[in-house]
């Protein structure tokens, strides 16, 4: 009966030593920063102006709105561009939180 009661304590043991080991991390794994390809700068270079180009034309989008704006006022109008405004500050939204964005995937 003790030998019984001797290998139930010692596996009772055991398994309390499994369950508390520590669980190895599950997530994603760092598989290091990698290498650019071949012409990446010259890739980059593109983005770059692409994106001064995009700024402008938001800077330009909102200077238009604002003619408008003023314009239509002086007739006695001037509320019906809200919604141009929203569409051009979403495009500027949008184009300052781009390098987030896509750091969020890559």
Known sequence: M???????LDA????T????????????????????PP???DLLKILRWV??????LCVAG???????MAVD??????????RGLGFVLGACLL???ASGIVGAFV
């Open 95 to 97: 184009l300052g939180s």
């Open 2 to 8: 003790s030998t019984l009661l001797a290998s139930v």
């Open 12 to 15: 009772s043991t055991q398994l």
């Open 73 to 82: 006022h002086s007739r006695g109008g001037g509320r019906d561009h809200a």
């Open 17 to 36: 030593h499994t369950l508390a080991a520590p669980v190895p991390p599950s997530g994603v794994p760092d598989v290091g920063g990698g290498e650019a």
């Open 51 to 56: 994106a001064w180009t995009v700024t402008i």
């Open 62 to 68: 909102i200077f238009g709105v604002a003619a408008r």
């Open 39 to 41: 012409g990446a700068e």
